[in-house]
C-alpha cells in the first residue's frame, strides 16, 4: 500500500507520519479540456480548503435535484465528470457539484474521510461540503428534498461521513468502493479498515452512523451501495459493512427483501416495513477499484472509461439516479420466446422408449430512446404526460415544472419510463 504524508497545515498533527489516506496507487490524472463544470468560488467559510465546481444544464426546471459527486484519491473534479454524472444531469434536468481536494490539503488530493476534524458536522471538510450545497439552493431553484451525493473511494468514505453528519441535507448517498462511517478515526484504523476491512455488528455500525447528527430524528438519506469483488484496494466486504451500518441506521434487519441481478449483477434491496427500498447494494463481478460505467448511447448507458473509471457494462451513474428517483426507467420492449426439445430414450430393462422434453426460455429486452413530445403544456396536461398544480404544469414522474399551464407556455417533454417524462431542450 502506498503511503501518503500530509502537507497542510491545517493537519499539522500528522505532518511527522506517513499516512494512508483511502485511495488507490499513485496517478497523474489530467483534466478535461472538455469539462463542463465552471468554478465557484465565494462559496461560505470553507474550512476544509476545498474547491467547488457546477454543472448547469440549459433550461432548467425550478426546484430541480442537486447531485454531489466526490472523486477519488489522485483525480480531480475534471475527470470524475467521466463517470456520466453530467450527461445525466443534461438530459434529466438536475444540477451538479463537483468538489475538488487540493494537494495542500493532502498531497494525493484524496478527502480527508478519517481526519476528526472533517468528518463532524459543522467542521472542515464535510461542512465545506454542505456550504456549496448552501450556494447552490441560494442561486438556483434547488429542491431541498432532492439533494444526493455520490462518490468513489475516499470520496465514497466522504459520502457515508456527508451522509451521517447531515441527514437533513442529504436525502440519498452512493458510496462506490467506500467503507462506513468512522470506520476509521486514526492511520492504523484506515489501514485495517480498507484491507482487510473492520467487522462489527450492525447495531455498532448504527450507533456510530447516528453520532453524526446526535439526536436527529428527521427523513433519513436512502443509501446505493457499490463494490467491486475484485477490488484490492478497499476490500470487498466493506459493502456489506456500510449496507449493515445504514440498515441499523434506519432501524431495518439485514436481511435482503429483493435478491436479483441488474446487467448480470448482483444486486439486493432493503426495504422498511411500508414496503419502500431504503438500502440496495450492487456486487460487481470480477471489477476492480473504480466507478463502474456502461459508455454509449443507450437510454440506460453513460459514462466514459479512464483511469479508475471501469467500462464494466453497467453504469452505476444511470442505476444510482434511478433508485434515487431523480431518472427515469427504460423505455423499450420485451420480447419472450420459448423452445421444446424432446429427447427419446431406451432402457435395458424396458422395450418402451421414454420420451422427455426440455423447455428453454429466453427473454431480450430492446432499449429505444425516449420519444419527444413538443407542446404547449395545456396540450401536455390534456394527453397525460403532464398535470395541473395550482396553475403550474409538472411533468409526469419526474414532478420537474414546466410553467405556467396554459396554451401560450411550450415546453419539450422526453418519455424516459412509464409515465415518466423529463424536460429536455434537445428534443425536436
Known amino acids: 500500500m502506498e503511503q501518503i504524508t500530509y502537507t497542510s497545515s491545517r493537519l499539522s498533527s500528522v505532518l511527522r507520519k506517513g499516512i494512508f489516506a483511502a485511495g488507490v496507487s499513485i496517478l497523474a490524472l489530467s483534466a478535461s479540456s472538455a469539462f463542463a463544470a465552471t468554478e465557484v468560488t465565494g462559496f461560505g467559510s470553507n474550512p476544509g480548503a476545498l474547491k467547488m465546481f457546477k454543472h448547469v444544464p440549459s433550461a432548467m426546471p425550478a426546484n430541480a435535484p442537486l447531485v454531489v459527486a466526490l472523486h477519488g484519491c489522485t483525480q480531480t473534479a475534471a475527470a470524475y465528470e467521466a463517470s456520466g454524472w453530467t450527461a445525466l444531469a443534461n438530459t434529466h434536468k438536475f444540477y451538479v457539484v463537483y468538489p475538488e481536494q487540493q494537494s495542500a490539503n493532502n498531497q494525493n488530493k484524496c478527502f480527508n474521510w478519517f481526519e476528526a476534524g472533517d468528518i463532524a458536522r459543522g467542521q472542515g471538510e464535510s461542512l465545506s461540503v ?7 439552493a441560494a442561486d438556483y431553484s434547488i429542491d431541498p428534498s432532492r439533494v444526493f451525493v455520490t462518490g468513489l473511494s475516499a470520496g465514497a468514505y466522504m459520502v457515508n461521513v456527508l451522509a451521517a453528519t447531515y441527514p437533513d441535507v442529504f436525502a ?7 467503507g462506513p462511517y468512522k470506520c476509521a478515526t486514526s492511520m492504523t484504523a484506515a489501514f485495517s479498515c480498507m484491507s482487510p476491512g473492520t467487522d462489527k455488528t450492525p447495531a455498532d455500525w448504527g450507533t456510530l452512523a447516528r453520532s453524526g447528527y446526535s439526536g436527529y430524528n428527521g427523513r433519513k438519506p436512502k443509501v446505493s451501495i457499490w463494490q467491486g469483488t475484485s477490488d484490492t484496494t478497499v476490500k470487498p466486504m466493506n459493502m456489506d459493512e456500510t449496507m449493515q451500518q445504514w440498515t441499523n441506521y434506519h ?3 439485514q436481511t435482503a427483501d429483493v435478491s436479483d441481478t441488474v446487467a448480470g449483477f448482483p444486486h439486493k434491496v432493503y426495504k422498511d416495513a411500508s414496503g419502500n427500498a431504503i438500502v440496495e447494494t450492487y456486487s460487481i463481478t470480477n471489477m476492480a477499484h473504480g466507478t463502474p460505467v456502461d459508455p454509449g448511447t443507450g437510454a440506460g448507458q453513460c459514462g466514459t472509461a479512464g483511469a479508475y473509471i471501469l467500462d464494466v457494462n ?3 451513474s444511470y442505476y444510482i439516479g434511478k433508485f434515487w428517483g431523480i431518472i427515469g426507467g427504460d423505455t423499450g420492449t420485451t420480447t ?14 424396458s422395450s418402451a422408449p421414454t420420451t422427455s422434453s426440455t423447455t428453454v426460455t429466453s427473454t431480450t429486452t430492446t432499449t429505444v430512446a425516449g ?4 407542446a404547449s403544456n395545456y396540450a401536455h396536461v390534456t394527453a397525460g404526460r403532464a398535470y395541473n398544480s395550482a396553475g403550474t404544469a409538472k411533468a409526469n414522474g419526474s414532478n420537474q415544472s414546466m410553467g405556467l399551464y396554459n ?3 411550450t415546453s419539450k417533454l422526453r418519455q424516459t419510463g412509464t409515465n415518466y417524462y423529463v424536460i429536455d431542450s434537445t428534443c425536436p
Open 172 to 178: 440519498g448517498a452512493a458510496p462506490i468502493a467506500g
Open 130 to 136: 454542505k456550504q456549496m450545497v448552501d450556494k447552490m
Open 314 to 316: 453497467i453504469c452505476s
Open 336 to 349: 419472450t420466446t420459448s423452445a421444446t426439445t424432446s429427447t427419446t430414450a431406451y432402457s435395458s430393462t
Open 251 to 253: 432501524g431495518i434487519d
Open 371 to 374: 420519444a419527444c413530445f413538443n
Open 407 to 409: 396554451t401560450f407556455y
